[in-house]
Structures are given as structure tokens and as C-alpha cells.
T-cell receptor, first 116, second 112 residues
Framework: EAQVTQNPRYLITVTGKKLTVTCSQNMNHEYMSWYRQDPGLGLRQIYYSMNVEVTDKGDVPEGYKVSRKEKRNFPLILESPSPNQTSLYFC???????????????FGPGTRLTVT | SQQGEEDPQALSIQEGENATMNCSYKTSINNLQWYRQNSGRGLVHLILIRSNEREKHSGRLRVTLDTSKKSSSLLITASRAADTASYFCATGLSGGYQKVTFGIGTKLQVIP
């Protein structure tokens, strides 16, 4: 089954404790992206990756890191989480990114993160 | 800043009625997509409309795009209780950008 998986689905952690949220897709997609969703703010893009070893900042990259060493995986790293990073996080992938934005994105189920 | 702004932010209608949601954006775009999200779950792609198209249909969905007004609308006809969800527009900026911007969404409630 074609899908995007994220782990963990729920996470409660404390300020400053490094964490990684994993994202994996099995569709051989080139483009992958991370979003956070907050009430009243919609989805905001954190980082995206056009392909292996090619990543770039979205609209809200501060406090996050990503890497794309393999095509299928795109982990999101919070080196020192803070309470303002409490949010619902989504990973998404699409066949390609690019200027024409013509490929639909497939979303993972989400990771609900609470930082105390 | 938010590229896409949906209007209204919340909409409640009776089953069988039509639901119209609007999306406005600020800069030139290539294409625009609409997504649906059931409560707290991942988004699901509904429809894509290209910047050179004015209208597109898919089942009970009708999407329009007015690039001169920088706006799009999503019409769901003959709504069903199962259409209850949040709906988002998403834009990719023209000029070779790979950033994707989502609006804040319209929360639709269809009352049986």
C-alpha cells in the first residue's frame, strides 16, 4: 500500500531534550516536506527536500533540522525543543516538486508533539 | 505571512445544500490545489487547477480560479454528512519555487 508513515504518532517531552520524528514513504517520491499545524494558523511549511541531499527552508525553519540521506526517509530533528514547538506535525511527499506545483502531496497521519 | 486565506473560516449547512469556500492568495502562482482534512488527520488531495484554467470539475466538486483577483473557490454540491471536514487551498509560487503555502482552512460542518 502506498503510504507515508510517521513515528512516533504522539510524543510528550521536556524542554531541551533532543528528539527526532521519522518520516518514510514507499512511493519513490522525489519531493518531501514537513509542516506544522497550529490552530488559526493552518499548515506552515518547515523544510522541504527536492531529492536526496537537497533540502531547503520553508516558512518556519527556526529550531528544526532535517536531512535526506535516502530517498524514502526525511527525518525532522528538534535539537532543543521548546514549548512553542508544541504542535501537530505532518510529513508529506509528492512525485516531484518544482515550479509548476502539479503533483499532489500525500500526507502522513501526523505526529502530535507536546513540549513541557 | 499566509499566502492562502480561506473564507469563511467556518461553515455549517444542512445535508443536501451546497457549500462554497473561497481562497485568496497574494502573489502569482502556477497551480492551486485543494485538500481536505478530517479532524486531526493527514490531508487528502482533492483537486488541482492549473493557472491557465478557469474552472474544473471532479464529481461533486467544482473549483474555479480567477488569477486576476488572485482567488479560487471550491463548491461542494449536494453535501453529505461525510463531507464534514476542514478544507485547505495550497499554492506553489510561480518562478521556480518549491515552497508550498497552505491557507488557514475552512471548517465545514454538514448537519444530517
Amino acid at each position: 500500500e502506498a503510504q507515508v508513515t510517521q513515528n512516533p504518532r504522539y510524543l510528550i517531552t521536556v524542554t531541551g531534550k533532543k528528539l527526532t520524528v521519522t518520516c518514510s514513504q514507499n512511493m519513490n517520491h522525489e519531493y518531501m516536506s514537513w509542516y506544522r499545524q497550529d490552530p488559526g494558523l493552518g499548515l506552515r511549511q518547515i523544510y522541504y527536500s527536492m531529492n536526496v541531499e537537497v533540502t531547503d527552508k520553508g516558512d518556519v525553519p527556526e529550531g528544526y533540522k532535517v536531512s535526506r540521506k535516502e530517498k524514502r526517509n526525511f527525518p525532522l530533528i528538534l535539537e532543543s525543543p521548546s514549548p512553542n514547538q508544541t504542535s501537530l506535525y505532518f510529513c508529506a511527499s509528492s512525485l516531484r516538486g518544482g515550479r509548476y506545483f502539479r503533483n499532489e502531496q500525500y500526507f502522513g497521519p501526523g505526529t502530535r508533539l507536546t513540549v513541557t | 505571512s499566509q499566502q492562502g486565506e480561506e473564507d469563511p473560516q467556518a461553515l455549517s449547512i444542512q445535508e443536501g445544500e451546497n457549500a462554497t469556500m473561497n481562497c485568496s492568495y497574494k502573489t502569482s502562482i502556477n497551480n492551486l490545489q485543494w485538500y481536505r482534512q478530517n479532524s486531526g488527520r493527514g490531508l487528502v488531495h482533492l483537486i488541482l487547477i492549473r493557472s491557465n484554467e478557469r474552472e474544473k470539475h471532479s464529481g461533486r466538486l467544482r473549483v474555479t480560479l480567477d488569477t486576476s483577483k488572485k482567488s479560487s473557490s471550491l463548491l461542494i454540491t449536494a453535501s453529505r454528512a461525510a463531507d464534514t471536514a476542514s478544507y485547505f487551498c495550497a499554492t506553489g509560487l510561480s518562478g521556480g519555487y518549491q515552497k508550498v503555502t497552505f491557507g488557514i482552512g475552512t471548517k465545514l460542518q454538514v448537519i444530517p
